[in-house]
């Protein structure tokens, strides 16, 4: 079956309403490739029962004329989304055994349009991380390999490194993730998968598992460009459940893909240019420039003076938010509970065992710059850089229409690399975080290999809600590309 | 140093985190790193700056205020740890 597994979500799409074969078939093969990588640890819990029942009725409507935009379309869900009856573990002792009696937005759209749910994916606890190395249920490998030392284990990246994982292996064929920091275009990069993050309000937030409700927005890792655009008009639209998701239409996409860069304006920020920057990305990034040049684009040179600001913008603002909103794990609802005398006592050591290493660093680093006396010099100070942060990039767009940047500042690394500094692993955020802070779209997209055999990623940046305009972008940027390697370890 | 461990013990306390004693020393000093990071942000420029409230520019909405959900307790109460009936149960809190 593995020529199944080869089919890109359209092409699959395709060959399910020409009866070229059945959406069972195909849910099948997928389950096939799911027992065949297992090692990665890209699944925190597999779903294949309720795949094969959901196929099956994806056979039917296909049979009917009903089909929707993703019907059978085998898909994974990162573990933040809680999925009604299905263990949702946000990767954390904490939520142990918790099964949502809902379905998040997201999810259910997906399933309205036809989509199969193979398995919740694995993440970073509580999507805080950007290795997939603090989940509870143990790192995810990168199914690519470095080729002069190819036993050994890499990160996919994170927060989302089940959900890319997945998708680069072929034990998925596309994926849904969020993206706070970087959680989805970082481990696209890392992983030679598309990934999409876009507008901030543009899908909803309702049932996803909360971390910096001002930064998390769900978005998708595919194969190609066209197969996210498909995912991300599946995914978008206004939810009355959620008051800051967007109310306006959701436009068609995939009409976007096809127009081409001549005349339109590529900004090229100079502050991203680092001193310490890679050679491989640095010419990587001169590549992309050229391609885009040649496929008719202007160049135009750009600033954002605030962006060494970004991350320590980031690493005060997203911990208070979750500081708050990881508050609700206090063994009473939901979840794990540990013994204690009193209700104070309980409290205080079922977020002890719950609660991992980098999950407790952010708890009280948030509660630190929230606490009395604090607030004004750290909150309050970070909001005000954010809105400087933003106003970079408004000013940038009277000079030009979409950002091209790099996505990483390297690719992937060892699972036991970069542990001991907190702030070592943060900088893997450098190119990403911004686009959160301002509330933009971004989209990472497979460019080239690096001298060991890695994928590296670009990062296009667009306009709020001007997701049509990134990815047409987006498309030229992989026509001119042509990245065609796959993964070693892939099923 | 700006965190030092009896910093460490009132934030954990603040955070209800039961942390043991023999971890405050390590988390001060990456907690105390973290804080002399963000200090940069000091040097920027933020007098007249309005902090972001909202990141992308839309209205509020306004909806009835009517109860539009609920009627479940059993599923309000599904996944609770110690449920008694349809009630959450917790330690004594009052002698």
């Given at each position: ?276 920057l890679a050679d491989e990305i640095d ?182 809600f001007d997701e049509e305009t990134l ?21 | ?95």
């Open positions: 079956m593995s020529d199944l597994l080869d089919l890109s979500l359209s092409e699959a799409s395709a060959g399910l309403r020409d009866k070229e074969f059945t959406a069972l078939e195909l849910t099948e093969a997928y389950l096939a490739a799911m027992d065949k990588t297992k090692a990665l640890n890209g699944y925190i819990t597999e779903t294949p029962d309720q795949a094969r029942a959901m196929a099956a009725a994806s056979d039917k409507r296909l049979s009917a004329g009903t089909a929707g935009a993703l019907e059978g379309i085998p898909l994974g869900v990162k573990d933040l989304f809680c999925t009604e009856g299905v263990l949702t573990t946000a990767a954390s002792h904490i939520l142990d055994g918790f099964k949502p009696q809902y379905e998040s937005t997201v999810s259910s759209k997906l399933w309205s349009a036809g989509a199969v749910l193979l398995g919740k994916t694995n993440l970073d606890e509580f999507a805080m991380g950007s290795s997939n190395t603090t989940s509870y249920y143990g790192p995810v490998r990168n199914p690519w390999q470095d080729k002069t030392d190819p036993d050994k284990a890499l990160v996919p990246g994170g927060s989302s490194g089940g959900s890319a994982a997945v998708v680069a292996a072929r034990s998925a064929l596309a994926s849904v993730g969020t993206d706070t920091g970087g959680s989805i275009r970082q481990p696209a990069a890392l992983t030679g998968t598309v990934g999409i993050r876009p507008t901030y309000g543009r899908c909803s937030r309702w049932g996803i598992v909360a971390f910096a409700s001002s930064l998390d927005q769900a978005g998708c890792f595919s194969r190609t460009v066209r197969d996210g655009s498909i995912m991300l008009g599946a995914m978008a639209g206004h939810d009355p459940k959620d008051s800051t998701s967007a109310n306006i239409a959701v436009p068609d996409f995939q009409a976007a893909l096809d127009k081409g860069v001549k005349g339109l304006r590529i900004g090229i920020p100079k502050e991203y240019r680092l001193k310490s010419d990587l990034w001169q590549r992309g420039i050229d391609w885009l040049r040649a496929a008719g684009a202007e160049i135009v040179d750009i600033t954002l003076p605030h962006t060494k600001y970004a991350l320590p913008t980031y690493y005060i603002i997203a911990p208070a938010e979750a500081s708050s909103n990881l508050a609700r794990y206090d063994g009473v609802r939901y979840g794990l509970r540990s013994d204690g005398k009193t209700l104070d006592e309980m409290y205080a050591n079922t977020r002890y065992d719950g609660f991992g290493d980098e999950v407790q660093r952010r708890v009280l680093i948030g509660t630190y710059v929230l606490s009395a006396g604090y607030y004004d010099a750290y909150y309050l100070k970070a909001q005000k850089v954010r809105t400087r942060i933003a106003e970079d990039f408004r000013n940038a767009w009277s000079q030009c229409d979409v950002i091209l940047t790099p996505a990483t500042p390297s690719a992937a690394f060892g699972v036991n690399d970069k542990q001991d500094d907190p702030i070592q692993m943060y900088l893997n955020d450098v190119f990403t975080v911004t686009v959160n802070l301002a509330g933009l779209p971004g989209i990472s997209i497979p460019s080239g290999l690096d001298p060991k055999g890695l994928p590296l990623g670009l990062q296009l940046i667009g306009r709020p990815l047409q972008a987006g498309q030229a940027l992989e026509d001119a590309a042509g990245f065609t390697a796959v993964a070693g370890l892939r099923a | 140093m700006a965190i030092d461990t009896k910093t460490v013990a009132r934030v954990a306390h603040l955070a209800r985190i039961a942390l043991p004693e023999d971890r405050q020393e390590s988390l001060a000093s990456e907690l105390d790193a973290i804080v002399a990071w963000v200090e940069q942000l000091s040097e920027v420029d933020t007098d007249n700056v309005q902090p972001m409230s909202s990141v992308v520019e839309m209205t509020a909405l306004w909806r009835e205020d009517k109860v539009t959900d609920g009627g479940y307790p059993e599923k309000v109460v599904a996944n609770a740890p110690d449920p008694v009936g349809d009630f959450f149960a917790v330690p004594k809190v009052v002698e």
